[in-house]
């Protein structure tokens, strides 16, 4: 049942919850994922212990080829 007109995806990380990375493969995966939707879609980064959210951001925007 669609609810909105956007998709929301909220990441709390790969292995450790709140405190690892996402591999550059997975994050190849989401992109590729996020451009079959064809719709507005909004990733959140959930905070971790590190800062990994922030690399793994500015990967994700790269492989999305998106300017904000």
């Avoid at 998709?7 to 590729?32: D, G, Q, T, V, W």
């Avoid at 994922?33 to 909004?42: A, D, H, L, M, V």
């Amino acid at each position: 049942m669609k609810t909105a007109s956007f998709i929301y995806i909220r990441l709390h990380s790969p292995s450790k919850l709140y405190a690892s990375k996402y591999s550059f493969e997975k994050l190849l995966e989401f992109s590729n994922k996020i451009k079959k939707f064809n719709t507005t879609t909004y990733v959140y980064f959930n905070n971790d212990y590190f800062c990994h959210v922030i690399k793994n951001a500015e990967i994700l925007k790269k492989l999305l080829e998106v300017d904000l």
